[in-house]
């Protein structure tokens, strides 16, 4: 008997980046990676959309609010990747000199992501929020690299 078909979304085709779209580093993360990225390897969307929910639940993500990822996360072919490790991999496949970043995958993983973790924690503090807790809006050029451009947050 066949398995029955899966009820989960797909994962993405393309490595994805999942990002806190209320927040202003978060956001200036995206901006400063797509100005690195102009064969558009990587595609986007905020962790508050229903598209990002769709894509953890396909990557087997628990929908726990306690274990659901609040910061960055990428998302491919390998794997989901969260703190140190997703920023690491994101430098490293947006190539030289970016990826001399994959040289802290040397430090152990406890201590990288402590201090990804003191960023994260103070991140709305010290750098702020989007006005209004409105997530980005892509531009008409970049509309097709944001997996939720015509989803409503």
């Known amino acids: 008997m ?3 078909p899966s009820t989960s ?3 993405p085709a393309r490595p994805t980046i999942l990002f806190d ?8 993360s995206v901006a400063w990676v797509i100005r690195r990225d102009p064969s558009a390897r990587f595609a986007f969307a905020p962790l ?5 929910a769709g894509i953890l639940a396909a990557a087997g993500v628990p929908a726990t609010s306690d274990s659901r990822p609040d910061s960055i996360v990428l998302v491919d072919a390998s794997g989901v990747y969260t703190r140190s490790d997703a920023a690491i ?4 496949a947006l190539g030289f000199p970016w ?3 994959a040289a802290f995958i040397v430090v152990p ?3 990288r992501d402590a201090g990804y973790a003191l960023v994260a924690r103070n991140r709305y503090r010290w750098f702020g929020v989007r006005v209004g807790g409105a997530c980005m809006a892509p531009t008409p050029e970049l509309r097709s690299r944001f997996l939720d451009a015509d989803e409503r947050v």
């Open 89 to 92: 991999r994101i430098a490293r």
């Open 109 to 111: 993983r406890p201590l």
């Open 2 to 4: 066949p398995a029955p």
């Open 21 to 28: 779209g209320v927040c202003n580093l978060c956001n200036a």
């Open 48 to 52: 508050q959309s229903r598209v990002a």
């Open 9 to 11: 979304p797909p994962l």
């Open 99 to 101: 990826s001399l970043a």
